[in-house]
DNA sequence: ACTACATGAGACAATCATGTCTCGCTTTCA
DNA sequence: TGAAAGCGAGACATGATTGTCTCATGTAGT
């Protein structure tokens, strides 16, 4: 059994249930406990590689979009269709105290929430996400969106091509620019006043 | 120690380290470890009724609503006021075997579900939303928005008081009558065809 | 003052997951 | 054929957590 094969079973199997036992990996992976510590000698150490592996596969994923090539807003429909795939790894984990005290996974995940501000910042300087969203706000969105879109193929809600278009139009649409000539919004904001 | 003393102190310990000892919640309480057992048997017992608390607590500011009064667009605006502030409870907490397959939860969830489903209709229905977004889309983003405002809102990203304006914003716009007329938008959407 | 009751502290057994270890078995490579 | 390495199964000790129980203390109501 290789490597790769036990860090998705371990995705599999803590996805649905964070607390889940070394044995029940093992059994998913179709492999014997101590094989599994073979490769893991802890768990903490084998949760710290499956949130890294995550975490790298999605670098990947987004290195091979021509950066120069597209604008901001289509980099970001091409991370869309990346990473939506991936979308399960992180929520689950994040709690975890293994997870959340590792300076390597902090920096890691730092430096692409990060590099997401950038992405947003940009598109918000070449006119297609309205300004007045704070960029806080849109990155906490994004993630969101990301997850429920997952989240949504897993249930059978959505259909698994149909996913990340959809999330990329919600994002567009819902940080665009206001458009204070359409119909609907308009009652409710104003009766705000 | 009242019940609901016990249920909050739960509440956040849970909701930071969905794993944390009955121990770790009768401290948080300020209570003996026996007393949180005299309240809740166990610790399936103590998550059930933190769950079903959190359910109601939604139902019951949803019902303060004067639905008649108000568009389904309004309506949506003071369920997100509503709401966002409970937003922490269920993401970390749907997890648990306890909760999944809890018939009581399962039904009130569900029940909140459909009515969710039942405004976005509506909503569609007033011309508010889009009808070509599937409805489920629709849902399972409100779903991961109003987390996604509340998880801002904690770690300081989002002031409190914006926070459901934010969302509600996001997702009229995000889910509304997509602007044929709109600039930025359209050099993605044609790109794509 | 007295009774009833809830609490805090802590002892306790039982259970469960972790991590280590050993022992055969199989595969691979020479 | 033979040696080396990896594997599955499972025994084992350890530690943490659960759930039960007891007892002494404090407090509210009469």
Redesign the interface.
Known sequence: MTRQGLLNAAGVVLA????AAMAEIAEKAGVGRATLYRHFPTREDLIRALVLESLRQIDEATQQIPVDRL?A??VL?EILVSIVPLGDRF??LS?E?AVLNDPEINAAYGRQLDELSELVEAMKAE???DRA??T??VV??I???V???W??VDDG??ARRDAAA?A????????????PA????Q??RT??K
């Open positions: 649905r249930n964070p607390g604008s807003e289509q429909a929520r689950f709690n105290p006119g297609s996400l969203v704070p806080a706000w906490a969105a993630d969101a969106l997850y429920a879109a989240n949504a809600a959505v959809l990329f139009r919600t994002i567009m649409q819902g940080f665009g620019l206001a458009d359409s119909t609907s919004s009652k409710a009766a705000k």
